[in-house]
T-cell receptor, first 115, second 108 residues
Framework: DGGITQSPKYLFRKEGQNVTLSCEQNLNHDAMYWYRQDPGQGLRLIYYSQIVNDFQKGDIAEGYSVSREKKESFPLTVTSAQKNPTAFYLC??????????????FGPGTRLTVL | KQEVTQIPAALSVPEGENLVLNCSFTDSAIYNLQWFRQDPGKGLTSLLLIQSSQREQTSGRLNASLDKSSGRSTLYIAASQPGDSATYLCAVKGKLSFGAGTTVTVRA
C-alpha cells in the first residue's frame, strides 16, 4: 500500500523537552511538507523540502527543525524554544519539485500535547 | 498575503439535501486550488484539484467550480449522506494557504 505514515499518533511532552515526529512516505514523492493545525484555524506551513538534503522555512518555522537525509523520510523536531507546541501536526508530500503546484497527499497526523 | 476564508464555519443539513461550500481568496494570482476532507482527528483526504485554467472539476457527487476573477471556489456535494459529515478545507496555491474549513453535519 502506498501512502504516508506518521508516528506516533499521540505524543505527550513535558515543558523543556525536545520531541521528534516521524513522517515516512513510499510514494516516491520528491517534495514533503510539515503543517501545524490549531482549532478554528487553517493549516500553517512549518517547513518544506523539495529534494534530499534541502529544506526551506515555512511561515512558522521558529522553534522547529527538520532534516531530509532520505527521500522517504522527513522528521520534524519540536524544540523547547517552541512556545506553544500543543497542536495537531500533519505531514504531506507531492510528486515533484514544483513544490506547491502539485496535488498534496497527507498523513494521518500526530497530536502533540505539552503537559 | 493570500487570505483564504470559508464561510460558514459549520453547516447542518438533512440527508438528501445538496451541499454548497464556499471558499474565498484575496489574491487571484493562483496556480490551482485543492479541496480536502478531514474526519475528526485524522489527516486530510484530497477530493479535487482544480487548475487555474479550469472552471470546474467533477468527481462522482462532487463538483468544484473556480472563478479566479472574483476570488471564489464552490464545492457542491449532491444528495448528501451521513457519511459526508466531516470538515471540508480548501487550499489555494501560489504560496500555499489554507482556509479554516467548514464542518458539515448531515442528519439522517
Amino acid at each position: 500500500d502506498g501512502g504516508i505514515t506518521q508516528s506516533p499518533k499521540y505524543l505527550f511532552r513535558k515543558e523543556g523537552q525536545n520531541v521528534t515526529l516521524s513522517c515516512e512516505q513510499n510514494l516516491n514523492h520528491d517534495a514533503m511538507y510539515w503543517y501545524r493545525q490549531d482549532p478554528g484555524q487553517g493549516l500553517r506551513l512549518i517547513y518544506y523540502s523539495q529534494i534530499v538534503n534541502d529544506f526551506q522555512k515555512g511561515d512558522i518555522a521558529e522553534g522547529y527543525s527538520v532534516s531530509r537525509e532520505k527521500k522517504e523520510s522527513f522528521p520534524l523536531t519540536v524544540t523547547s524554544a517552541q512556545k506553544n507546541p500543543t497542536a495537531f501536526y500533519l505531514c504531506a508530500s507531492s510528486i515533484s519539485r514544483a513544490t506547491f503546484l502539485n496535488e498534496q497527499f497527507f498523513g494521518p497526523g500526530t497530536r502533540l500535547t505539552v503537559l | 498575503k493570500q487570505e483564504v476564508t470559508q464561510i460558514p464555519a459549520a453547516l447542518s443539513v438533512p440527508e438528501g439535501e445538496n451541499l454548497v461550500l464556499n471558499c474565498s481568496f484575496t489574491d487571484s494570482a493562483i496556480y490551482n486550488l485543492q479541496w480536502f476532507r478531514q474526519d475528526p482527528g485524522k489527516g486530510l483526504t484530497s477530493l479535487l484539484l482544480i487548475q487555474s485554467s479550469q472552471r470546474e472539476q467533477t468527481s462522482g457527487r462532487l463538483n468544484a467550480s473556480l472563478d479566479k476573477s472574483s476570488g471564489r471556489s464552490t464545492l457542491y456535494i449532491a444528495a448528501s449522506q451521513p457519511g459526508d459529515s466531516a470538515t471540508y478545507l480548501c487550499a489555494v496555491k501560489g504560496k500555499l494557504s489554507f482556509g479554516a474549513g467548514t464542518t458539515v453535519t448531515v442528519r439522517a
